[in-house]
């Protein structure tokens, strides 16, 4: 290369890309700039309106998971790699040859809201436009749907009101059923900067006390599944003070009377007793929502995750639309997506229950718009399986063959053992996805190898509505193709060419702008649709590149520029027949489960801060580790007390579906009778810790959305007889570990990428006495082939310590005694970073904890700058750092994505309680 080509290449890798976060529904925008050396920069756009350059942790760290070590790079057969076309035209072949055989409901899609709104389109037209089967649906089921089913019961459309600017302008904000501290930390961080300039009220409504409890004014923890009564409460509170708005009632909304009587079943001591709240706190609350016009509620899966979460939706849109606070500056509700494109799945009709550009099967004007517009003969009149039963049909040999996409339901979905076993019994598993190492691709009999985060190119849609780019800014590695791309070529070869000519993701794009715009008149009525990016089907490739974030519906100004609207319904003109919206009656419920002897406590399932789904991910990351490296199960004082359980013992965690392996955490944010643990952790990361597979197939009637938050489940301390640390630069071996684990469901044990490593906690019976292949599984190396390494060996108590080097360098070193290992993680996982010289040094690593000179951090806090929980009290109890403002000036914690500001925040609250008490 010479030096005009090096200043070429040089120049080109210092461009600055905008492209959007691909975590949560927040729709961030990110600023990507490739270096030379082949890393990413990574900074937060200042001018995207979703986040004006604020970044949580796990968008800050984008940079760091862009590694090609556990990619899928060529496609796959049986475990054989093959050419892109032996792949496609084995799956032409198969779905041809099921559908002439079986017909088209012999053959499903089940798709994700990881994917771009370009890929959702097309995966939609193949399936509901090409094969003529609704069989497609997506994860966005076990997220949004019940939102979606609420909000088409109460508009006539799935159509989110309001916009993130409120957040700003409203004097109170309800979080119902949000952790938005950690699962949407950026809008926590809008929130909170609008807090420190203002009177602003924040009511957190959530069973247990999260980070965002801690952090609100008020928070309600009420019985699990209790919303409806609390908001049918608030209702008829509403209409006893008189502060419904009777003329927006009388212009715009429908069934008031129905909905009132509901809403009047309940007394303030019946709703009391089922909410677990006190008179005064329901009260209080009533009257702080009905004498603050501005109000928002915001809600997330802990409504919509619920056998009666459609209910819950209802619930809360009853209280805003009767008081006309909706669509309106500063007040309205606002559904918080999980996914970074569940919004767009949902405008291009990625459920089962949809069609293209909001338009529903069950209408059969929107079927023929949609037939005519895609020029097909027929798409499906009825509603495709969901993603349950979609599953089960597998399970049950009715589906013949599956394809999957970007997606991981074997841990993901409810029933997940049952998952896992129907996907081996299925003739034809399709997995499309950028690594092989899932639960789910090994059940896969072919793989396709797919863009990922940086090498794709389309759009996304987010919570409030507003598209914005992904652009890619990595050359693809390998053979990888796009989403759309792979569809595309299937469906060619099924014959469908001219269905599918597609030469771009701009194409694609186009023709589901001009779908949207397609015989919508927006002076219709009842035949106009609330989607429409009409003014963006014509563009150009220069103009798709350029595409600013911009919110649906959309025009062009007198200017030519294309504007979105911010928020809608504040004078009615919703899209039903009437023009109205309904009020929909919501009588209280009991949850379908209920706690019994077996299984006495109730189990809700979540996020963390720094993971994120099933960590394919987050998980290539050490920093995203430093915070949570391990599954585990959260539960009060007085249960732990009950079921003789101890702070970080290994537990068993069991309901009738399934059981899981966990450490146990004791802490204050969990109510008697119930506890929490995360949904991330999978058979690549741990022993037995698939949570979804306790989970129950209990789904909303309305949206069939599983129940996540309520499994009754049951919880013993196994008392293993020994406990292990092993730190390596190996990664284990994961498949073999398994292979020699004599007992799954006793032996446990969680990997954890660290700097320069890996690091595995482990626990069981009789590990001092483990052969060397068990344990050279877990060292990722054979240690029959190593020199004798440096040990400390006490069989009286059972400790083992050893520790294997290559000259200077650390290769691995293992702890195991009778007890959880007492080693500093932190000393531990730095361990492989440093150089060893002298025998001393070497024999200090035996020690498990720094000099005196180098005091422990203890647990990490802050993931950014790695700071620890002993720094951080350090410094409040030592050096008067008595704010969060402090410590972040001492130690910059909570200076760069302010993830941790709650945490920190409730360290200082802790030091002076404990002050207080001395």
């Not at 436009?129 to 006539?156: E, P, Q, W, Y």
């Not at 019985?223 to 509403?238: E, I, K, Q, Y």
Request: include cysteine.
């Amino acid at each position: 290369m010479n030096e005009a080509e090096v200043d070429h290449l040089t120049e080109e890798l210092s461009k600055t890309i905008k492209t959007t976060c691909p975590y949560c529904g927040v729709g961030c925008g990110v600023l990507a700039k490739p270096m030379p050396d082949g890393t990413v920069e990574i900074k937060g756009d200042e001018n995207h309106p979703a986040n004006f350059g604020r970044l949580c942790s796990k968008g800050s760290s984008l940079g760091e998971t862009l590694s090609l070590d556990d990619r899928l790079l060529v496609p796959k057969i049986k475990d054989d790699e093959v050419s892109w076309e032996k792949a496609l035209g084995t799956i032409a072949d198969q779905f041809s040859a099921l559908i002439k055989e079986e017909g088209p409901g012999s053959v499903a899609m089940y798709v994700s809201g990881q994917f771009l709104t370009e890929d959702y389109y097309v995966a939609n037209k193949f399936m509901k436009g090409a094969i003529g089967t609704a069989n497609i649906d997506t994860n966005s089921r076990l997220c949004m749907s019940s939102s979606v089913a609420g909000h088409k019961r109460a508009f006539g459309t799935d159509t989110v009101p309001n916009s993130y600017d409120d957040l700003e302008k409203a004097d109170v904000i309800i979080l119902v059923g949000s952790n938005l501290t950690w699962c949407h930390p950026i809008l926590f961080q809008r929130i909170e900067a609008e807090k420190q300039k203002r009177d602003l009220k924040l009511i957190c409504i959530d069973p247990r006390r999260t980070t965002t409890a801690s952090a609100s004014d008020v928070h309600l923890g009420l019985t699990p599944g209790t919303d409806v009564a609390l908001f049918n409460g608030l209702l008829a509170h509403l209409y006893s003070q008189d502060i419904v708005d009777e003329d927006y009632i009388e212009a715009n909304l429908e069934g008031e009377a129905s909905t009132k009587d509901a809403a009047f079943s309940l007394s303030l001591d019946e709703i009391a007793k089922i909410t677990g709240l006190t008179k005064s706190e329901i009260t209080e609350f009533y009257e702080t929502f009905a004498k603050t016009e501005k109000v928002m509620t915001l809600y997330s899966q802990g409504v919509n995750q619920s056998s009666n979460g459609t209910d819950k939706v209802n619930a809360i849109l009853n209280c805003h639309l009767s008081t006309g606070r909706i669509g309106k500056e500063g007040c309205g509700p606002l559904s918080l997506t999980g996914q970074p494109n569940a919004m767009g799945g949902r405008e291009v009709g990625g459920l089962a229950n949809q069609l293209a550009a909001h338009m529903e099967l069950k209408n059969e004007n929107h079927r023929d718009i949609v037939q005519r517009f895609w020029g097909v003969n027929e798409v499906p009149s009825k509603p495709g399986l969901n993603a349950v039963e979609l599953f089960e049909a597998v399970n049950d040999g009715k589906v013949k063959a599956i394809w999957i996409m970007a997606t991981n339901p074997v841990d993901s979905l409810p029933d997940a053992d049952m998952v896992r076993k129907a996907l081996k019994l299925c003739p034809l598993v399709i997995v499309s996805d950028v690594t092989q190492n899932t639960d789910t691709a090994e059940c896969a009999d072919i793989l396709l190898p797919t863009l990922g985060w940086g090498e794709k190119s389309g759009t996304v849609t987010n919570s409030e509505r507003r598209i914005s780019r992904q652009r890619a800014f990595l050359s693809a590695p390998g053979e990888t193709k796009a989403d759309w791309w792979q569809i595309c070529e299937v469906a060619k070869r099924m014959g469908f060419e001219d269905l599918f000519n597609f030469q771009s993701a701009k194409d694609v794009f186009c023709e589901h702008a001009a779908l949207s715009e397609f015989e919508n008149d927006q002076s219709a009525g009842f035949n106009s649709r609330d989607f429409n990016i009409g003014p963006l089907k014509n563009l150009t490739s220069e103009g798709y590149d350029e595409l600013e974030p911009v919110q649906w519906p959309c025009i062009k100004n007198e200017t030519g520029k294309v504007v979105g609207q911010e928020r809608l319904f504040a004078e009615g003109g919703f899209f039903t027949e009437s023009r109205k919206a309904k009020l929909v009656p919501t009588p209280y419920k009991e949850a379908s489960s209920k706690a019994s002897i077996d299984y006495p406590l109730i189990l809700n399932t979540g996020r963390i801060r720094d993971q994120w789904h099933t960590m394919t991910r987050t998980a290539k990351t050490p920093r995203l580790m430093r915070h949570i490296g391990e599954p585990f199960v959260e539960l009060c004082k007085e249960d732990a007390k009950k079921y003789e359980i101890e702070d970080a013992a290994i537990v068993e965690l069991k309901s009738e579906q399934g059981t899981a392996l966990l450490r146990a955490r004791i802490t204050d944010t969990q109510t008697p009778g119930t506890i929490f643990s995360p949904l991330h952790w999978t058979d690549q990361f741990a022993s037995s810790a698939r949570i979804d597979a306790l989970v129950a197939k209990n789904v909303d009637p309305f949206s069939g959305q599983p129940e996540s938050k309520f499994t009754p489940c049951s919880i013993k301390a196994l008392n293993p007889s020994s406990y292990g640390l092993f730190i390596t630069q190996n990664k284990p071996n994961i498949k073999k570990l398994r292979e020699l684990s004599s007992n799954p469901k006793q032996d446990y044990w969680a990997l954890m990428p660290i700097d320069a490593g890996w690091a595995i906690e482990c626990a069981g019976d009789d590990l001092i006495n483990a052969d060397q292949t068990f344990l050279s599984a877990l060292l990722g190396f054979d240690i029959s082939k190593e020199d004798e390494p440096f040990e400390f060996i006490d069989p009286q108590v059972g400790h083992v310590k050893r520790a294997y080097f290559n000259e200077a360098e650390l290769k691995g070193v293992l702890f195991i005694g009778p007890s959880p290992i007492n080693a500093s993680r932190v000393f531990m996982k730095d361990l492989l970073s440093r150089e060893f010289i002298t025998t001393q040094d070497k024999f200090s690593v035996l020690t498990g904890r720094p000099s005196k000179d180098a005091p422990d951090k203890g647990a990490i806090i802050c993931s950014c700058f790695n700071v620890g929980v002993n720094e951080i009290r350090d410094a409040i109890e030592n050096h008067n750092c008595t704010t969060v403002k402090a410590i972040g000036k001492k130690h910059n914690a909570g200076t760069n994505c302010g993830s941790c500001k709650t945490e920190l925040a409730k360290l200082i609250e802790t030091s002076k309680q404990k002050v207080a008490a001395e």
